[in-house]
DNA sequence: AAGTCTGTATCGACTAGCGATACAGATATA
DNA sequence: TATATCTGTATCGCTAGTCGATACAGACTT
């Protein structure tokens, strides 16, 4: 049962029940911020009663936040049909976070340098337990794809730039990212396995990156290097993809891994 | 006085006044993505002090909900230093409203393709009253600029597809918009004046397009189309972009008019 | 025309959030 | 070394603000 990277089923993180108990975690912005979280699932414009349903509010209280976050816009109302969407206020968000970013400040020109030389699309993703975000992305040359990737995720036990980082914690942290995991496969070559997945982490521990081989795409290859902050904790990962049709794996990885662990320890240097 | 493109000083929606009359507008959603907004017009981490200066809540107000919005991963901590930053999860939210938005959708293909035909930067940006924020970029081939513009947003009065999206408007709703429009020019070239920026609009009617010469960059000049929606209302527009090291303003708008206005009409075919 | 969806609005009961106040750790003044 | 002033965190009682029930109008089905 493989499934698609396009929704959103990742690791959203909703409301914990512990938390209805901290005397300092208001409820209203928790309830507000699920029922905008609900669009994750979402395929289409979303009816105040599937809102209501998705984030277990009654229809009042679905209603009255609606309300108030379409005066605010981060909800609209779709113009054909009816239903509700995101607002065009989310993006506002967006810019912050990305502009405020200090690693993809420090990391923006080492990229673009990276992808001067390698000529293959570049990514900059941000570990986020058990996912990894993808920040940015610098195109190849002759790739049509569309540039707005940001914001989409993928796990971090079967990705390349995921296993980098990983290889950068201790077992007992890689074992429980694992173990978090929904390890459902992507392709029939994804490698799900816990003890596959903690061999590869070994094995990008000694080389420094790590290669993954049409885990998440058919006829993508790529390669991550981790890049590090404080006291060398992971912070996210460089990558860099290219197609089957042109590279074996190995080629691959001795053209490219020199070029990308060169970049990983520049953006490191830098603080 | 010119301002500069990058900080985020547009027309951020704050609550209103008349809202708090407003018996189904719910209050703390309000100061909860107030406290998130204060981050628009950040330079760097926020400490709580500054927060709750900023939001206008008391200390105690902003930490409790600093606390929720962190809880939630909305708001992270600086790694280095003191303070606050938004946090990787406005992201989720990002992907949602990208993903879900018709517009964006219909439009992805034919940009692509006007691309490769046009070999300049393409940009799709989205009406939004005052302003006209960017959802997506495909960067021409030569240019190695960051793709990542997500989000940022400028004013609609005096950009190339903000002009092109005044033309569908009503001549109150274009001196409407001109009249609470902050005019600040971003360049010596940027065209402020209500009865010129009119007298554009009127142009931009006859010809099915705007033009801008370095009204926003210097040395950069722009092509906006508008793309519609029900019944004619502009939802959005098209920009093609080019160097003044390489076209002079007729030589652009010659090559390029013909294919933007050809590529919106594709567009709008679509629905 | 009866039924079932939309989205919207009102109001009283009670809970959940605000503000005041306090504390501990780090960095900066004297 | 001491005093001051930042940082972020935590507690608790009063009351303002939110929830849920209930109701209504318009748009599609049947």
Redesign the pocket.
């Known amino acids: 049962m493989n499934r698609s990277i396009i929704s959103g089923e990742d690791g959203a993180r909703l409301l914990d029940e512990d938390q209805v108990e901290d005397?300092?975690?208001?409820?209203?912005?928790a309830?507000a911020l699920h029922v905008l979280s609900v669009f994750h699932k979402a395929e289409q414009?979303?009816?105040?009663?599937?809102i209501a349903e998705a984030s277990g509010?009654?229809?009042?209280?679905a209603?009255?936040?609606?309300?108030t976050l379409?005066a605010l816009g981060y909800i609209e109302?779709d113009e054909t049909g009816?239903?509700?969407l995101p607002g065009i206020r989310v993006l506002d968000h967006t810019v912050d976070y990305l502009r405020l970013n200090k690693l993809i400040e420090r990391a923006t020109p080492v990229l673009l340098d990276l992808r001067k030389n390698a000529r293959e699309r570049i990514d900059l993703s941000l570990f986020d337990d058990l996912r990894v975000v993808y920040a940015a992305r610098m195109q190849s040359k002759r790739e049509t794809f569309f540039a707005t990737l940001v914001g989409h995720s993928v796990p971090t036990f079967c990705t390349s730039g995921g296993r980098a980082i990983m290889a950068h914690l201790t077992d007992a942290q890689v074992d429980d990212i694992i173990a978090r995991s929904d390890r459902r496969p992507f392709t029939d070559k994804t490698i799900t396995a816990p003890d596959e997945v903690r061999a590869m982490v070994r094995e990008a521990r000694q080389n420094g990156y790590a290669l993954t081989v049409e885990e998440v795409l058919v006829g993508e290859v790529a390669l991550g290097v981790a890049v590090l902050g404080q006291g060398g904790r992971p912070l996210g990962a460089i990558h860099v993809a290219g197609s089957l049709s042109e590279w074996t794996p190995d080629a691959f990885r001795a053209r490219f891994a020199p070029l990308a662990v060169e970049a990983a320890n520049a953006i490191n240097r830098l603080r």
């Open positions: 005397p300092l975690f208001v409820q209203a912005i309830r414009p979303l009816s105040l009663t599937e509010t009654g229809r009042s209280a209603q009255r936040v609606v309300h379409r109302r009816r239903g509700f």
